[in-house]
């Protein structure tokens, strides 16, 4: 089955909006807004960078990062928005608070869209924390025994100058060995 690809400034544009209207109310702290803007800005410099792949990576680790400090900030902050906010701003409290969570329902769908644009430019999917590896399987080995006709004969009639045996006071040619 086919991935039907969805344009990265359509999903940088639907996250701003909805940024946007999640912090139409002040229920959320600073960080909230600071951390999503900051992504969507990544988001940019992705688009701005069509080969980079440093740049749609550093996008997809911010959504991931944004998703999970998201649901803190949600857990935390939302009672005490719900016993702040009465009367009318009651309802733009509960507007924006159902704009930040379809944004939070969002995300893992924008991030597998995100992964797909990294794999397209190139991203090598496989994670490597440095740590050197040690396998029992003898056949991951290269062997010494390949490519032996891939190295050059030593017995070359053409040998290279040496630079270090010309004679300076005839002037002459540098001797070949």
Known sequence: MEIPTVN???????????TCWGCLVAWLPSAYAWSNFTVLAM?????????????????LVGMIITFVTDIIDFGIYYPVGEMLF??????SFRFSVGMAILSLILKPLSCF??????????GDYTVNFGFPTVTSNRNTYQSLEQNRSTYQSIDRQDSPVNPHLYNEQ????????
């Open 8 to 18: 990265l400034k359509t999903i940088l544009l639907v996250h701003w909006l909805l």
């Open 43 to 59: 988001g940019v410099w992705a688009v701005a960078q069509r080969d980079s792949v440093d740049a749609i990576i550093m996008f």
């Open 86 to 91: 009465t009367g009318w701003q009651r309802d």
């Open 113 to 122: 869209c995100a992964y797909q644009m990294y794999r397209e430019r190139g």
């Open 170 to 177: 005839d002037n002459k040619a540098p001797v070949r060995i």
